[in-house]
């Protein structure tokens, strides 16, 4: 099946189903990918040819790469980068020189190659990667500085890794190409290379993201719909540029350019995340398979136990020996330093860079190329598969996960925001305000609530916050649109599940479906005159009180005091005189904010504010929505 077209469209079909499978299983997608590309290959069922494909191959990993190395350095945050700035710069140098020189002595000695040959080896297997690190972080809520410091390894050390190989296989090939006199000199022009083509990349990369950032800023270029792929070509261009005038500073500069592009304020910031997000995906199963396709099974087995000896010795020698030597006087915990010395996956830039090494190898007809390629892939395997099995029970152990996210933020410390906060925190649920007001901040604060002070629609407002260990997100201010900015930032930024909105009017029908269709719903159970109740605490004119839904008085039985149908959904029309606002809601043990979409069981128990003046009347209304009193009502203090 020598057709190049269907070469690849077999691999980005299968590329894609590998890793959705592994997504439902939890397992490392790298495992089936590598699995897929094997029993694929021409070995097994021939279906995939990479040969077919020449050196177009080479070709679409390069693009590939750059593309996945764009993305990664996307979402790098730099206000977290510079708190962990040094440790992650001495893991991308002096862990790297160790895992170099470490992994070079392991091929040397289980395997007896010569020096050369090893020392390529130690720098194929210096990176790590962010398609391997960021699957494996994704669900696992490790602590914020844990989590930057591996995912900034993950990208930062890649275009280093490549620049490091592409050094050393120069260093290989000099002295079957010159002569012994010109040797010296070879030396010296490769090392003034690498230092260029690193400078080269850093200034390019610059330049590109601060030009990219103000095109799609201020539309210079870029029409309405065109941003994504706008985005895309120029990273294409930016690397396939660079490359040609340096090499390997494309890697560099694609890298850079991302960080930069990440970090800038941009009308396409979420959506160009989520474009770069599935595209690495795509990529990603597509290179692995046609890369694991390429690699003959024969010379994987030919390693035999020793080339299982270099693997293990990475993972369990070689890479903590490393982290130790980098962290020491950084002030990181042992327990952290520990689990980033047992995670070190291996991925696409590894395998790409092995890939294209082994064919330079073979080309210039010197040996060692396929035993290279195949110990490289048995390194991205092994430790995968280890990374993976090891990260979450390792994780517990050393107690490095975050906590649950049952927090609830609440933006507006008013009147029904201080009562909603004195309600779930009766219901033992952890509450913060987010408010940038001084005076409502210290009206929380001695209420005892905890209370982040500055704007909810900045960052590093919210990161104080510690956003990660919210759930549930209100807007509860006078303002409706800076409700759903502030909810809709919350949840889009950093993966709040939940999101409500306090509301004035549901007038507009469509108004509470579009808030649906923003993964938002309406707070409490409707519509309420902020203002209004603002007012009322203020001059101690609200009970709170507790009900308890019961089906004896069930939704469709007709009520004899009006004779009107008992209607189960809570909220809607009140009359003028807004009698009440049904706070919380408890089912079981747990305790949330009550919302419009939540749906009544026998035996919930609410937590209702109630006008003091209309009190009778709230009762009464709530009783016929299936509400009965449960207790006394008390008064809070304004």
């Known amino acids: 099946m ?17 890793q959705s499978v592994s997504r439902l299983l939890r397992l490392p997608g790298i495992v089936l990918l590598l699995a897929c590309g094997a029993l694929l290959g021409p070995e097994w069922v021939g279906w995939i040819q990479p040969k077919a494909l020449g050196q177009g191959l080479f070709g679409i990993v390069d693009f590939g790469v750059a593309i996945i ?30 895992t170099l020189v470490g992994a070079a002595a392991l091929a040397g000695l289980a395997l007896g190659w010569p020096w050369n040959l090893a020392i390529l080896f130690g720098a194929l297997v210096v990176v790590t990667g962010p398609t391997v690190i960021q699957p494996l972080l994704r669900d696992m809520r490790l602590r914020p500085r844990l989590k930057t410091i591996l995912e900034a390894e993950g990208v930062l050390i890649d275009p280093i890794g490549a620049l490091l190989a ?19 000199a070879g030396v010296v022009i490769s090392t003034a290379g690498v230092v260029v083509s690193m400078g080269f990349g850093l200034l390019a990369g610059l330049a590109a993201g601060f030009l990219l950032a103000g095109a799609l800023r201020y539309r210079l270029l870029v029409a309405h719909g065109y941003d994504n792929i706008f985005t895309l070509a120029s990273v294409v261009l930016l690397f396939a540029a660079c490359g040609a005038r340096w090499p390997s500073s494309g890697l560099v500069a694609v890298t850079v350019a991302g960080v930069v592009l990440g970090n800038l304020e941009t009308r396409v910031g979420r959506d160009l995340r989520e474009f770069k997000d599935q595209l690495t995906v795509l990529l990603v199963g597509m290179l692995f398979i046609l890369l694991a396709a390429d690699v003959a099974l024969d010379d994987v087995r030919a390693l035999g136990r020793n080339g299982l000896v ?29 689990f980033i010395g047992a995670i070190a996956p291996r991925g696409i830039v590894a395998a790409a860079i092995a890939s294209i090494t082994a064919a330079t190898l073979e080309t210039q007809g010197l040996e060692g190329g396929a035993a290279l390629r195949a110990l490289v892939f048995s390194t991205i395997a092994g430790t995968v598969v280890l990374s993976g099995v090891l990260a979450y029970p390792l994780a517990w152990l050393l107690d490095l996960r975050l906590p649950q996210r049952d927090r609830v ?15 779930l925190r009766d219901g033992d649920v952890p509450v913060l305000f987010i408010e940038p007001d001084p005076k409502r901040s210290q009206v929380a604060e001695q209420a005892g609530h905890t209370v982040v002070f500055g704007d909810p ?21 006078f303002s409706e649109h800076a409700n759903r900015l502030f909810v809709r930032g919350a949840r889009e930024t950093f993966g709040v599940t939940r999101g409500l909105v306090g509301m004035e009017s549901l007038e507009d029908e469509h108004a509470r479906r579009l808030l ?3 993964g938002l719903d309406v707070l409490f159970d409707g519509p309420h005159d902020q203002a209004c109740w603002d007012v009322r605490w203020r001059h101690d004119e609200v009970d709170v009180a507790g009900f308890e839904y019961r089906l004896d008085i069930a939704p469709g039985a007709v009520t004899p005091d009006t004779g009107n149908a008992i209607t189960g959904t809570p909220g809607g029309d009140q009359g003028p005189e807004d009698p009440y606002a049904i706070l919380t809601v408890r089912r079981g043990k747990r305790s949330a904010p009550f919302h419009l979409g939540h749906d009544p069981r026998h035996g919930d128990i609410a937590t209702v504010a109630m006008h003091r003046p209309a009190r009778q009347a ?8 299936g509400w009965r009193p449960r207790d006394t009502p008390s008064r809070p203090t304004a």
């Open 69 to 98: 190395l764009f993305e990664g350095g996307l979402n790098l945050e730099w206000s977290r980068l510079k708190r962990q700035e040094a440790a992650i710069r001495r893991l991308i140098t002096w862990g790297a020189l160790v």
């Open 457 to 477: 629609l900045d960052d590093r407002t919210m990161q104080r916050a510690r956003m990660e260990l919210v759930g549930t997100v209100v807007g509860l201010t």
């Open 618 to 625: 709230a009762v009464a209304r709530l009783a016929r929505l």
């Open 409 to 423: 933020a609440i933006f507006g410390a008013r009147g029904l925001g201080l009562l909603l906060a004195d309600a």
């Open 516 to 518: 649906q269709l923003s």
């Open 166 to 184: 592409g050094f050393i296989l120069q260093l290989v090939v000099i002295p079957s190409v010159t002569t012994l006199s010109s040797q010296t």
């Open 2 to 18: 020598d057709h190049p077209e269907l070469t690849v469209a077999l691999a980005l079909a299968f590329g894609i189903m590998a």
């Open 310 to 338: 270099v693997v293990a010795g990475l993972v369990l020698v070689i890479r903590p020996l490393g982290v130790w030597v980098a962290t020491r006087g950084t002030k990181l915990p042992t327990r952290e330093q520990v």
